[in-house]
């Protein structure tokens, strides 16, 4: 079974308005953490977010913020007032401390901002 | 500080030529990790190293060895390059202590195997 899963291969989002990127993952590990990275055209992987699995409230940072529903098993990315430059490749990715804590990456999400 | 650095950035290999992927990461990490690529896909553990002096293989090691040369470094080789092997190769590090617990990648290595 996938552990993370990213059904939107695609998306267009409209400049300015909000983005919800969607991410199920599948653990029955209690102690986890669930990141979603950011993949420009040039390549590097930039971090953006984090969810630990015992964190009460959603995590935010800056424009993004992160929709944790433990019970359904989803950690989905919520980019507000898209601009150009959020044009790229987005990953959910989830590490479980009962595996060693590696990060497993799901098959990612391209996202284009239409001006 | 540079965070992690890879080399090469490109390379180009024949079948069966061999190559050593090398990484550095200067925030005193003890954890390092490779993942590869492929096109239109997401990113797949060859093999990681928890602290210095262990290495354990990822869900894709076939074809690949790896060496903790020191806490800093970490290298992949490829012993008899494959086109199968055509990807881009990253490294990361983390640091398992810290929280929340955060991977930092490498720019990546883009290998053509002819």
């Known amino acids: 079974a996938q552990k993370i899963t990213q059904t939107q291969p695609g998306m267009f989002v409209q400049e300015k308005e909000a983005v919800t990127l969607d991410c199920t993952y599948d653990t029955s590990d209690p102690s986890y953490g669930l990141f979603w990275y950011k993949q420009p055209s040039s390549g590097e992987m930039i971090f953006l977010i984090y969810?630990?699995?015992?964190?009460?409230q959603n995590a935010t940072e800056g424009r993004y913020s992160l929709n944790f529903q433990k019970a359904r098993k989803s950690a989905n990315l919520v980019i507000s007032a898209s601009q150009l430059g959020d044009s790229a490749m987005y990953f959910c990715a989830m590490r479980e401390r009962a595996a060693g804590n590696k990060l497993t990456f799901g098959g990612g999400t391209r996202v284009l901002v239409k001006p | 500080n540079a965070g992690v650095t890879q080399t090469p950035k490109f390379q180009v290999l024949k079948t069966g030529q061999s190559m050593t992927l090398q990484c550095a990461q200067d925030?005193?990490?003890?954890?390092m990790y490779w993942y590869r690529q492929d096109p239109g896909m997401g990113l797949r553990l060859i093999y990681y190293?928890?602290?210095?002096?262990?290495?354990d293989k990822g869900e894709v090691p076939n074809g690949y060895n790896v060496s903790r040369l020191n806490k800093r470094e970490f290298s992949l080789r490829l012993e008899s390059a494959a086109p199968s092997q055509t990807s881009v190769y990253f490294c990361?590090?983390?640091?398992?202590?810290?929280?929340?617990?955060?991977?930092?990648f490498g720019p990546g290595t883009r290998l053509t195997v002819l």
């Open positions: 969810q630990g699995s015992y964190d009460q």
């Open positions: 925030m005193n990490h003890n954890s």
């Open positions: 990361a590090s983390s640091e398992p202590v810290t929280a929340p617990l955060i991977w930092f």
């Open positions: 190293s928890a602290s210095e002096g262990t290495t």
